[in-house]
């Protein structure tokens, strides 16, 4: 099972959303930033290297607010953790993903989210988690 960690950046009550680009597995879905817990690595640590990889920022991980397993049709499993990262260092700036935005929590499902996000997508759409 791939084991995934993604970030609820939190902004003045909205979160941040990424598109694929057209070239990554998924192409153009939406996504939270975030990646693969490489071996050995501790999730929040995990989560601290993406988001500096993908962003460019020094993130505070906060807490985890949702753990998901999910089983893909072609049969790929995935267990991806959440956590919240209110504080952060440096300008975000988008490195890796086509697109990216800050959404208001109710507007969450006007986006094409990865299948594994949608359970969360609703929770947090209905005002639970954050």
């Not at 998924?26 to 693969?36: A, C, D, V």
């Not at 397993?69 to 959440?82: A, D, I, K, S, T």
């Not at 969450?108 to 989210?113: E, H, Q, T």
């Amino acid at each position: 099972m791939k084991r995934v960690v993604a970030a609820l950046i939190v902004k003045e009550g909205k979160l941040l959303v990424c598109q694929r680009t057209r070239h990554q597995t998924m192409p153009l879905k939406w996504e939270f930033p975030g990646g693969k817990i490489e071996e050995r690595e501790q999730p929040r640590d995990a989560m601290r290297r993406e988001l500096e990889e993908e962003l460019g920022i020094l993130a505070t991980v906060g807490d985890e607010v949702a753990r998901i397993q999910h089983e893909y049709p072609n049969g790929g499993m995935v267990e991806l953790r959440f956590f919240v990262v209110r504080e952060y260092q440096k300008e975000i700036e988008n490195r890796i993903f086509k697109d990216i935005q800050w959404a208001d929590p109710k507007d969450l499902s006007k986006f094409d989210f990865l299948e594994a996000d949608l359970t969360l997508i609703k929770e947090l759409a209905a005002g639970k988690l954050l």
